[in-house]
């Protein structure tokens, strides 16, 4: 009889723990019905970044980076590195742009004593703006990347991000055949396209 | 005799304790969102794919316990730059989901006390917050504000313009749990 006792007391609290174990496991079902985990790897990736970071990527092939979370992990920490870099120059280089605006017109208004230094801040403008194009450009890619319908901060910030590339390739351009005067007025207006578009990107960005 | 016994606690155990009467969230009808705040503006996210359950008592008509779990990939704020941003902060690839399960639940006249544990950024802390309890025709409306200190739960602020967010954000909640068909 005390076995059987023994054996109903152990039965007892297994029912009962199974039931109340039930309860506590919540979060697990509701884990096993959670969505498939994050990707490694947006679906869209800009051609810059895929170039070096897609899947088939020169860094992936090569096996320089594999495609890994803990690579991803890391890699996530350089984009950000990179992103935050992007901003600082551009901001640097929209306060070399502001002085080239003011030596460029008056270098247009005949004080050719300041060639020199147009010269001088085109070469600062140019680094700081090319190397913050790059810095945004071939940083790893994003965990995400959602279409969003409409326009946002980080859309307009891509549209005229194309318009100050498109200007200041063409100011550079026409920066030797700037001393004609009728090249001069075209370089103006692509230097002042390329400024006001590069201000308008800086000013539209949002976190 | 051994068979009877059987029985009995079997019995026994399912009288005493009873299976529980458990309700999911219904996904179309519950979010989950967040609320931030940096200096030049205050934006704020939302999840549609909301996993919740609540466990009932016998007689089906107060809330016993909660869990909730949700991917932070999911929350969308219609900007994928500041969600990817967010992404990378949270640390998304090593803590894919934000958790919460109660551990003690109190009403008192209309009101209601949730106590339970958050899981955020794999950091897990006790908070207690008064959602609002609607009792439905055959279900339950529960909506409330949790407010959560991002440095709290080691995560990094985002900044922008070398400026950082606000530590605070408003985790807002509506889940609306039914019986399944």
Known sequence: MKKYLIMYSIFFALVNQAIAQDVDSLLLSLDSEAEAPTQLLPERIMLTQRIFWGEKGLLRTTGIVPLTESNRIKELKIRRTMLVAHQVLGYATLAGMIAQGVVGQRLYSGEGQLKGLHESLAGAVNVGYFTGAALSLFSPPPLISRQVKGLNSIKAHKILASVHMTAMIATNLLAGKAEDPRYAKIHRAAAFTAFGAFAGATIVMKF | ?181
Not at chain 2, 21 to 28: G, V
Not at chain 2, 61 to 86: C, E, L, M
């Open chain 2, 1 to 181: 005799m051994k068979t009877l016994l059987l029985l009995a606690s079997l019995l026994t155990g399912l009288w005493i304790n009873p299976a529980p009467i458990t309700l999911k969230a219904n996904k179309e009808k519950s979010t989950i969102g967040y609320t931030a705040n940096h200096s030049l503006h205050e934006w704020s996210g939302e999840t549609p794919s909301v996993n919740a359950v609540i466990v009932l008592n016998e007689g089906g008509n107060t809330i016993q316990k909660v869990a909730v779990s949700a991917n932070v990939a999911d929350f969308d704020s219609q900007n994928s730059s500041r969600d990817s941003h967010a992404l990378e902060v949270l640390e998304a690839l090593k803590y894919p989901k934000v958790q919460f399960s109660s551990t003690a639940i109190s009403r008192q006249g209309e009101s209601t006390k949730v106590t339970g544990n958050l899981i955020f950024h794999g950091i897990t802390k006790t908070i207690t917050f008064e959602p609002k309890v609607e009792k439905v025709k055959n279900g339950f409306v529960v909506e409330g504000v949790i407010p959560v200190s991002l440095e709290a739960f080691n995560v990094e602020r985002p900044s922008f313009m070398l400026i950082k967010t606000d530590d605070l954000i408003q985790i807002k909640f509506h889940l609306e749990f039914y019986p399944e068909k």
